[in-house]
């Protein structure tokens, strides 16, 4: 089966960066697109970035802040996170298109101390 895992979360202070990162393993006949979401506690899941073969895509949010990038096995997904604010502390989730099927992975802890 097709798993995603996450990694690169962390305590940053406020202003600095993290680096997020998403690999796709297991059975893949394809992945179409890959995103970043979050979910702070007591707040709905929310789209942060997304990047396919047609571009990419990013909540306002993180306009200029954010970039989301792939490998080129398009398997990998990253998301630099630049000039990070107190409000981008979440849980990080990682979600793909794999095969024909919309995959979650479990999540990686942001927290920017204020």
């Known amino acids: 089966q097709v798993q995603l895992v996450e990694s690169g979360g962390g305590l940053v202070q406020p202003g600095g960066s993290l680096r997020l990162s998403c690999t796709a393993s297991?059975?893949?006949?394809?992945?179409?697109?890959m995103g970043w979401y979050r979910q702070a506690p007591g707040k709905e899941r929310e789209l942060v970035a997304t990047i396919s073969d047609y571009g990419t895509n990013y909540a306002d949010s993180a306009k200029g802040r954010f970039t989301i990038s792939r490998n080129n096995a398009k398997d990998t997904v990253f998301l630099q996170m630049n000039s990070l604010k107190p409000e981008d502390t979440a849980v990080y989730y990682c979600?793909?298109?794999?095969?024909?099927?919309?995959?979650w992975g479990q999540g990686t802890q942001v927290t920017v101390s204020s």
């Open positions: 979600n793909a298109w794999v095969n024909q099927n919309s995959l």
């Open positions: 297991g059975s893949i006949f394809s992945i179409y697109a």
